[in-house]
């Protein structure tokens, strides 16, 4: 309890003496949550607040959704043995409904215990098929944190290290609003893309593994290129038998609304060959998971299991968590008040200099912010909307985009029309505030 040495200062000091630099902490004063509900998450000091951002990161459905505890606590006191040297049902069931659901023909699953090592065992997978360690991956993008992965990741400002084992070439497409093509109509940035992407292979020798992408960036500031800009791509990639493989950690479940994957706004030329997930299917259990047709999967000759991937505990919250969401049609609810949400964040946004674009699709909303009466992004508006909205009882997300100064609002998909309309004038009110201290 706070007040007795033992309060979220003590553990913050604690925190600090014991875990890396580069474990980054949100706010001033970091915040304990030790407890949720619904949409809502309460701290060590009893502060309850609308959680705007938790959404993505872990709580796909709801905070503490009964099905999925039940779920967990049942299968926990009846077995947790997880190897894949055994039959397990709950993941082939889960196995099972992910295929079903993914649009991949003839698809094969495989569980991960994180996003990371998801899109690290698609780059083994595409290297492996391919022969090569050629990889295309988008600017700007953001993939995981493994040395795969990080070698994959445009973003400077989430890539630790350079000493990637892959031969990564960026391509234009992730950010719309800025670069050398932000000033074209969306066939004619559509087509520029297409040329870069032509132009750098034009640049390769022997065979191109893959192109991997995030279809709405998400550490990167919830930028996206226009709808159909993969289809176009893949018509490109198809010449030369380059694997598609859609990064859906964030995109997934129908996070965007009008569609269940990222993928599907740029289906003309059909589903990708590899679709990774994770994040919110487990609700908070560490689950993530690579899809790809048969002939990619099994292009492997030998043995590759995960201890805890595909436990049967976790496998059993995202049986529930998915059977909640589609009983539920949160897609469906991500659209409806995802669309009356981004209205209400430009609402109050609107006349605001410190706000560039609100831009977003379903429960997936960026604010990018720049320093008033400037185009220059302002990472220092970001942390002082953060602070303020945090004081006024909403936690938001931050950091992404090209400058680190988007905001990014991803509730539970749950969220209901008066929980959208408070966040939205929460929101304002620490827009206003910010601003305010801007000048000051
Ligand atoms: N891909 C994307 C698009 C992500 O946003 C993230 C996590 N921010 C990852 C991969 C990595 O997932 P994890 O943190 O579970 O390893």
Redesign the pocket.
């Known amino acids: 309890a706070p007040g007795n040495g033992n309060g979220p200062e003590e553990l913050l000091r604690r925190h600090r003496a014991v875990l890396p630099e580069w474990v980054g902490l949100y706010y001033e004063r970091p915040i304990e949550l030790t407890h949720g509900e619904g949409r809502h998450v309460w701290d060590a000091e009893g502060v309850r607040y609308l959680d705007f951002f938790g959404g993505i990161l872990t709580t796909m459905t709801e905070h503490a959704l009964p099905a999925v505890t039940k779920a967990v606590a049942e299968q926990a006191a009846r077995l947790v043995h997880s190897s894949t040297l055994y039959l397990n049902r709950p993941m082939v069931e889960l196995a099972e409904r992910v295929a079903a659901l993914s649009g991949i023909p003839d698809a094969r699953v495989f569980f991960t215990t994180?996003?990371?090592?998801a899109?690290d065992t698609a780059l083994m997978l595409a290297t492996a098929h391919r022969g090569s360690n050629q990889v295309l991956a988008m600017r700007n993008s953001?993939?995981?944190?493994s040395f795969s992965?990080v070698g994959i990741t445009g973003n400077s400002a989430w890539s630790p290290t350079s000493l990637s084992p892959l031969q990564t070439l960026y391509v234009h497409g992730g950010v719309r609003t800025r670069g050398p093509f932000a000033d074209l109509d969306d066939a004619a940035y559509i087509r520029a893309c297409v040329a870069d992407l032509r132009d750098v292979l034009a640049q390769t020798r022997g065979n191109v593994a893959a192109l991997i992408a995030?279809p709405v960036q998400?550490?990167g500031g919830f930028t996206s290129g226009p709808d159909g800009l993969f289809a176009a791509f893949r018509r490109v990639l198809d010449e030369r038998g380059i694997l598609w493989i859609s990064?859906e950690?964030?995109t997934g479940w129908g996070r965007t609304g009008e569609h269940f994957w990222g993928w599907q706004a740029h289906a003309g030329n059909g589903p990708p060959d590899v679709l990774?997930f994770?994040?919110g299917i487990g609700n908070g259990m560490s689950i993530?998971g690579v899809v790809a047709r048969a002939s990619v999967m099994n292009c492997l000759d030998a043995q590759s299991i995960s201890t805890f991937g595909g436990s049967p505990v976790t496998m059993a919250a995202g049986l529930a968590n998915l059977e909640h969401l589609l009983a539920n049609d949160l897609q469906g609810n991500a659209r409806r008040v995802g669309g009356l949400l981004i209205e209400r964040v430009r609402a109050v946004s609107a006349g605001l200099d410190l706000v560039r674009e609100v831009r977003g699709r379903g429960l997936m909303i960026g604010v990018d912010l720049v320093a008033p009466g400037t185009d220059d992004s302002c990472p220092r508006a970001a942390s002082l909307v953060l602070e303020a909205a945090r004081e006024a009882g909403l936690l938001l997300g931050k950091g992404g985009g090209p400058g680190g100064s988007v905001l990014r609002i991803a509730p539970p998909l749950s969220l209901t029309v008066s929980e959208a309309q408070e966040g939205a004038e929460l929101l304002g009110r620490a827009l206003r505030e910010a601003r305010a201290r801007l000048d000051g």
């Open positions: 994180s996003g990371t090592e899109n953001y993939h995981g944190r992965s995030e998400g550490v990064d950690v964030q990774t994770a994040k993530g």
